[in-house]
Structures are given as C-alpha cells and as structure tokens.
C-alpha cells in the first residue's frame, strides 16, 4: 500500500469510527449512515486513493471537476454526488454521470432536470436543498417554498425526491449548527404526512467534516465529509 493510499485510509477509518461512535448515540449504527467523501480540493490519485480505501461514493461540489474526475479510468468504478449548486444550463452533462443531486433549490431546477431526464430517458435521483440557516449568500427553499415545491412533485414524474439537504452557518458553532440541523429534521417531520406518495424524504444530508457528528446526533442519514478525509495530505 502506497504512502497516499495508507494515509487516507487511516483517515477514514478514523472518520467511520467517529460515525459509528455518534450513531451510537442516537440510537443507530454505522450503516445507517452514508458517509459522501468530498474529493473537491483534490485530483484524481487522491480520489482513487478514497476509492481503495474504502468510499465507493464520492462528492463533488463544481459540475465541472465532476465531469473531469468521472472520465479517468482510475475513477472507472465510484458512485458520484454533486453536493453543490448546480446551474440549469449544467444539467444535461451532470445528470448521466451522477447517483443523487444533493441540492435542487428551485422549482425551476426541478424541471429542467425534469425535461433533460426524460429527453434522456432516465430517472433523476434528488435531495431538495434548504436553507435552514437563513444566511443569505446559501443557496437552498425557504420552508414555505418547500411546501409548495413538494405540492407539485408529481408533475414531474422522471424526478424522485429522496429527501432533504442543508448546511449550517458559518458562524456559531456546535449549538448554531444544531438548531439548523434539527430545524431541518423537524421541517421533514412535518411536511412528510402531507408529501404526495411519489415523495419521500427519507433522507437527510447534513453535516461536513466539522460538524458531521452534531448532524447525526440531528438525525443525518448522509454526512459529507472532505477535509478530514486527507489530513496529512499536501495539496
């Protein structure tokens, strides 16, 4: 095993140890939380290095790096999330390459991927991105927006919701971060009896490398973590 390969996959048994240690507490275990390794700072060979080490699922925040890193041969076999924003005009590339789409925060997004899954003859697998924090340059539904975006969902039978996504302020720390994790749980509580029955919303992506456990313990379902994943790692 190469110096790289063993570093990052020190790192990551670390990371699944902290999960399980936070599931724990919450009352679950390790597999019920999938663990997104965000591979967007870094290039090919790391990304390869997470896949032997253990991370079929990697994350990606820019379409563009997406693209780039789907196409190498040594990336051949991961499973790919875009986790950031995602323009409509990127659509089209994206959809074939990717498992799940972490962050549609818009109607109008929901139906491009909508018209371009059809005209490609898939099914788009979403999470609907919420700002629970209120922080204005975060993208993501305000609640109310939310509601109404789920009303509708059956209009757009080649999208399948799958539940929801957020991120916490920048400021705060643990307890900020917290109440915007929890806030997001207690939204999906209340919106999921009303969800039409091609909705569901099992799913709850919160939570990176600096606050993942506070996400768990928050009820996350999906943690996506980068930064820890390649410490000791130069860029």
Known sequence: MDDLVKQISANVANV????AVAAEKDGRTVDDIQLVAVSK?????ESAALLAAGCPVLGESRPQQLWEKAEAN?????GWHLIGHLQRNKVR????LVSLIHSVDSLRLLKSINEIAQQLDL????????????????????????????EVAPEYPHVVIRGLMTMAAREGG?????ENFSKLRQLRDEVAPQCPPEVSLGELSMGMSHDFETAIREGATIVRVGSLLFDGIER
């Open 123 to 150: 099914i788009a697998s979403v999470l609907l991105e919420v700002n629970c924090s209120g922080e204005t340059e975060k993208h993501g539904l305000e609640p109310d927006d939310l509601k109404r975006l789920l």
């Open 16 to 19: 699944r140890e902290r999960i």
């Open 93 to 96: 590339r994206t959809l074939p």
């Open 41 to 45: 700072y870094f290039g090919v060979a």
């Open 174 to 178: 643990e307890s900020v971060a917290a």
């Open 74 to 78: 040594e990336l051949a076999t991961a």
